[in-house]
């Protein structure tokens, strides 16, 4: 029998989804990294998705400035009754939509925020609860996404540079090709800098066996816009 190895993961209401996914924003913007826009509808698109820092809240300085994109993840049916898995998103000022196909700009500084509103799962394989590929291998971390946390207050951050394979990392954001590794922590707001610097089409996948079956390997992680996608670099 296919068992769910992410079944004892716990559940929020829509609205508690929605206010705590607000109220991250308001962490974030105070680093100024964040986002603006609240949560609207249900946003399920199988399109590509190439998010800018114009439209996604955060600073750039014309073409040459930092390009900021946002993913969140969510848990079983936070978003909408059809996500009955963990699911990476892309946030968007219209709200999330599907991370099958993302675009990202070549030489250019990236600054990747990820909202992670689950839990952790033991098993990572530990040579992906280091951060690779992001400057000095390192990411910023705040424990804030519970709803039942107080998110005003942004100075409760860690800059680290690995995770706990065991208790800490719910899901990974790695493109092997290029060597980035970024190990997202449970119920945590993470922001990565990096640059790419070759263009092409590139491979993402969670390397945290999270999904169905004895292996975990099942389902949403051969699923495109699920657990794995592609990263169009240009």
Known sequence: MITDRRRNRRAVSDVAFAASIFAMGLVVAGLGVGFSSELSGSQNSAQAVQ????????????ASGVYAITLVITSNDQWNSSTTAPRFW???????VSAANMSLPAHRMIQMTIEDFDTPSAGTPSQYSQVTGT???????MNVTAASQNPTNDSNYNVVGSLNPDTQIAHTFTIPQLGINIPSAANSVEVADFTINQTGVFAWQCMDPCGFG?????????????????VTVS
Do not use: E, K, R, Y
């Open 51 to 62: 998010v800018h820092t114009s439209s996604a809240g955060a600073s750039a300085t014309g």
């Open 90 to 96: 892309v946030l968007t000022p219209t709200g999330l």
């Open 135 to 141: 400057v000095g291998n390192t990411l910023m971390m």
């Open 214 to 230: 004895p292996s975990g390997w099942l389902g949403p992680m051969s699923s495109a816009g699920w657990m794995q996608g592609s």
